[in-house]
Structures are given as C-alpha cells and as structure tokens.
C-alpha cells in the first residue's frame, strides 16, 4: 500500500504539469487508463482494511462481519448509481465534465472497478483456500511496453 500511495502520488504530480494533446486523450487518460493503475490501490487498500478487522469469536459473528462488508458494497452502489449506470452503459454524452483533469470525479471509474473487484472477493468468503491464494485470482499488473521503458519508468519513481 506504501508503494501504490507513492506511485499515485507522483502520478498526480506529474498530471498537474501535463498537457494532454487534445481534450479526447484527457477523456480517454482519466475515462479508462488512470483507472487501470488506481483500482487496484483502492482494492487492496478495502481488502487490507477488511482483512485485517476480522473479528474473533464465532462464526456466526464472522458472516455477520462479511455481511455488513456487502452492505458497503450495496451502499456504495446506490451513493454512485448514476454513474455505475453511466458505466455499464458505456455511456459517452458527459465525458467532458466528468473525466477531465479538474473534474472531482474523475476517479470514479476506479471506484466502480474497485468496489466490483470487492464485491467477487467477497462472494468467495467461503471459499476454503487461504486469501494468498484467493488474490492470486485477481489479475496482475503486466508491463507490455518495452523494457527499456520500464526501466526508465522505474528509476523515475526510485
């Protein structure tokens, strides 16, 4: 989570500075690439939270636990119906004024992304494999550029 907070962090730096070629590849930066990178931190960041409050006592306290965690899920939809509507849909006709740089929402796919990778976690509660084993389900962030990008990219950060 220290690492996420760093990287997005300078990220966000780095997009106050940046000029984006046209208002098209801001939409597209904020609609669908940002998100890529920060649901990830917004899961693990739920999941760590989750995870690490687990009550002790009996089952039955546990299911009640996991059960107020769905809630959460359940409360969040209906706080963002609109836009997971918006999102499912695939909708285009307010995209300049939700996913531009000075937009307050412009994370909200992220949420929604977040808050659905939250929702598969929690359906697998009673799966009996150990949680290592079920965030080894969710997929892994994979590098496709070039190496040598990479490693630009890295010594950047570090």
């Known amino acids: 989570m220290n690492l996420f907070a760093s990287l997005n962090s300078e990220l966000i730096d ?13 939409i597209r930066y904020y609609k669908y690439e940002k998100p890529k990178f920060q649901r990830y931190g917004m899961f693990y960041n739920k999941l760590l939270k989750l995870e690490s409050n687990v009550p002790m006592g009996s089952q039955k306290m546990k299911a009640d636990y996991y059960e107020d965690a769905y809630n959460h899920v359940y409360a969040t939809f209906i706080e963002n119906q ?3 509507v918006y999102y499912r849909m695939k909708d285009t006709d307010q995209d300049e004024r939700l996913f531009v740089r000075n937009s307050p929402n412009n994370h909200i796919f992220a949420l929604i992304e977040a808050t659905s990778m939250m929702e598969e976690f929690l359906y697998s509660i009673d799966d009996d494999r150990t949680i290592d ?3 080894n389900d969710y997929p892994k ?6 190496l040598t990008n990479l490693v630009l990219l890295v010594k950047v950060w570090f």
């Open 82 to 84: 609109a836009y997971v």
């Open 133 to 135: 084993e079920k965030i």
């Open 141 to 146: 962030i994979i590098w496709t550029g070039k």
């Open 14 to 26: 780095i997009e106050k500075s940046y000029e984006f070629e046209s208002t098209a590849d801001e």
